[in-house]
């Protein structure tokens, strides 16, 4: 059985940063696609950016300005989300799922593995 497991959430000051880290806690498939979702208070759950185990990355609207990017990290399945220019309206519990397709998909009933959630709070 394959979850997912994600770390480097907490509370930042406007126009901070943070690194979000998302790695398999069992055996990880290939190919794959990791997606990174979000859902701030009161709203419904949003994709910020997607890559596969090919190196395609997928940056959706959150994430086009710039200020998101996301990269793989040193182990199979492991991902980073980088969070720069925070702002108030980012704060949201940020989710990474997988899937065992190749591509990546903005539709989160797509993605089989999910994680616990990692809470980022952007206040002064």
């Known amino acids: 059985q394959l979850n997912l497991v994600e770390s480097g959430g907490g509370l930042v000051q406007p126009g901070g940063s943070l690194r979000l880290s998302c790695g398999p806690s069992?055996?990880?498939?290939?190919?794959?696609?990791i997606i990174w979702f979000r859902r701030a208070p009161g709203k419904e759950r949003e994709a910020v950016a997607c890559?596969?185990?090919?190196?395609?990355?997928?940056l959706y609207d959150i994430a086009g300005d710039g200020r998101f990017t996301i990269s793989p990290g040193n182990t199979v399945g492991t991902t980073f989300l980088d969070l720069n220019d925070l702002q108030p309206e980012d704060t949201a519990v940020y989710s990474c799922?997988?899937?065992?397709?190749?591509?990546?998909?903005?539709?989160?009933?797509?993605?089989?593995?999910w994680g616990q959630g990692t809470q980022v709070t952007v206040s002064s």
């Open positions: 890559i596969t185990s090919s190196g395609e990355v997928n």
């Open positions: 069992g055996f990880m498939f290939s190919p794959y696609a």
């Open positions: 799922a997988a899937t065992d397709r190749r591509f990546c998909e903005p539709d989160e009933a797509s993605y089989n593995y």
